[in-house]
């Protein structure tokens, strides 16, 4: 476990929550011009697939400026077709409004793209991604609401010209499906957290890695959804936990942690969901990240955030081998893959590596500082937005 206590928190305020004016100034501010368009602005795929690329797009490139806009914003439709050169709709679901805005593209002889980040375009699909991240299955609601949610966005995936997908994997499924081009623009960390992750790094650099004796395990969870997924480690953890009594785990975010074991629960903490720059503080107060994943269709398609976001702090995980992290991880350099077979003996190698911590944390994070920072992005988003 990491003392952070000299780095305050953040103050934290949305960034994006912006009058129209103001956005369509920041659309107009350069020659060519890349509007986007979300259903309503949160803070998980908005801001990776819409906020960061846009921040990329306005704070370095002199050529290219963007805009993002909400299905509230209708009124002002015509003005956006008449400025933007591409709209790209981002995991927006069919509606009158989605089909007005990409009509207006059209007619104006614009090309329109679809940008999405998981599976759920395609109903053939939509059972197992619903059994996946824990939908009730017997009730007939959920599957009228979820399949109407998976096929409307397969809909208005079909209305556009191609895809921007975060990772191989899903762009093959997504060519599959749509049969039109589709290109591949990875997640990454954006400004705000790139730089409370520098003083994080440095924090952690100056300590050589080694915190204060206890082994934080850490677990981040931004949905309700991941309890399948980290019920394939939680075994392993309680065992290792009995075994090492330096062994901790924080939970963060929406996983119920009530009914551990009763001899663990003191040295389980429980912290609420928190802002995603704050959650950089956070992960850093951690000696392992731990990234546990089913092994289907689905979770090979998921972006591998979970890993440079810890590894941008100087924190390794222990992953599951799923596509985007078997391809990132090189297991006992930058961090480590456990099969979910594998979990407890891979923990227990991954603490004893904690004995020489710097070289794997200054592996991740020069991985994760040449791929997924904000200020080294701006080639591959303008090569994403490509469309003319």
Request: charged share 25%; aromatic share 10%; with cysteine.
């Amino acid at each position: 476990m990491f003392d952070l206590r000299e780095i305050a928190p953040v103050d934290f305020r949305i960034p994006w929550d912006l009058g129209f004016d103001e956005r369509l100034g920041a659309l107009e501010r350069s020659r060519r011009r890349i509007a986007y368009l979300y259903d309503v602005a949160d803070d998980s795929t908005f801001r990776y697939r819409v906020y960061n690329p846009v921040q990329v797009l306005n704070g370095l490139s002199d050529t290219v400026s963007a805009g993002y806009f909400f299905a509230a914003d209708r009124p002002h439709f015509g003005r956006i077709a008449d400025s933007a050169d591409l709209l790209v709709m981002c995991r927006t679901k069919y509606s009158d409004v989605v089909n007005s805005i990409a009509t207006q593209f059209r007619n104006r002889g614009k090309p329109v793209v679809y940008d999405i980040d998981d599976l759920v375009f395609d109903p053939a699909y939509a059972h197992l991604v619903a059994r996946t991240i824990g939908h009730h299955l017997r009730d007939d609601a959920t599957w009228s609401e979820w399949f109407g949610y998976v096929a409307r966005c397969g809909t208005a995936m079909r209305l556009c010209d191609g895809c921007i997908a975060t990772n191989d994997r899903l762009a093959a499924h997504i060519e599959a499906f749509l049969g039109k081009p589709v290109k591949v623009l990875q997640n990454f960390i954006n400004r705000e957290q790139l730089a409370l992750s520098d003083r994080i790094w440095a924090a952690k650099a100056a300590q050589r890695f080694r915190g204060d004796g206890r082994i934080a395990l850490g677990y981040f969870s931004g949905t309700p959804t991941h309890r399948h997924d980290f019920a394939i480690a939680w075994r392993a953890i309680a065992a290792v936990m009995r075994a090492q009594p330096a062994v901790e785990l924080m939970v963060v975010g929406h996983i119920d942690v009530d009914a551990v074991d009763a001899d663990l629960q003191p040295r389980v903490r429980k912290l609420p969901f928190v802002d995603y720059v704050n959650l950089q503080r956070t992960i850093g107060e951690v000696d392992l990240n731990l990234v546990p994943l089913q092994n289907n269709a689905f979770t090979h398609c998921k972006s591998e955030l979970k890993y440079f976001e810890a590894a941008i702090v100087g924190t390794p995980s222990v992953a599951s081998p799923a596509h985007t992290f078997a391809a990132r991880i090189a297991d006992g350099v930058n961090g480590h893959l456990a099969r979910a077979h594998e979990w407890e003996a891979v923990l227990r190698r991954a603490i004893d590596a904690l004995a020489d911590p710097e070289p794997m944390a200054r592996a991740g994070r020069a991985d994760s500082e040449a791929h997924y920072a904000w200020d080294r992005r701006l080639g591959d988003v303008l090569a994403a937005l490509d469309w003319r």
